[in-house]
């Protein structure tokens, strides 16, 4: 992108470099990455696809966690797993005690997981402001500006 920048090279027009997005724009995340960090084009803005992972990481672990949390919950409580977790309690005794600890370790790591991830994405945003070009060229393509920015 910088090269292109620095030619004064549209990217919208160059047919045969580069494959076209691979995201479209999914959500506001997307825009607030591209209205800071992108470069315009005439089919809209490219910003490179790390910018957005970032900003897009914390929708991803809250999915994960709605996935994932309800499952684990289930699978521990189905009755294959409580019948092995009472023959192990017998045989090692704190056996049960020690899951309940170590689910419970796991869970407060992935939540604080995705606290550092709110907080980066909101860092990261918050180091460079909206460019007013980017914008004005994002709203005359027709583009929805995200609130806040």
Known sequence: MEFAREQQKDLGLIEGWWQPTEEIVKNEDHVRSALRWGTPSARGIV???????????????????????????????????????????????????HGKQLDGDVEQSVLDTLKEAREEAREELATVAVSPALRSHWVALGGGLPDPE
Do not use: N
């Open 47 to 97: 910003v490179a696809a790390w910018r957005c992972h970032l900003q897009q990481r914390p929708r991803e672990l809250e999915a994960l966690i709605a996935d994932s949390f309800p499952r684990m919950r289930a699978y521990r409580e189905s009755e294959q797993v409580k019948m092995i977790d009472s023959f192990l309690e017998t045989q090692m005794p704190g056996w049960t005690e």
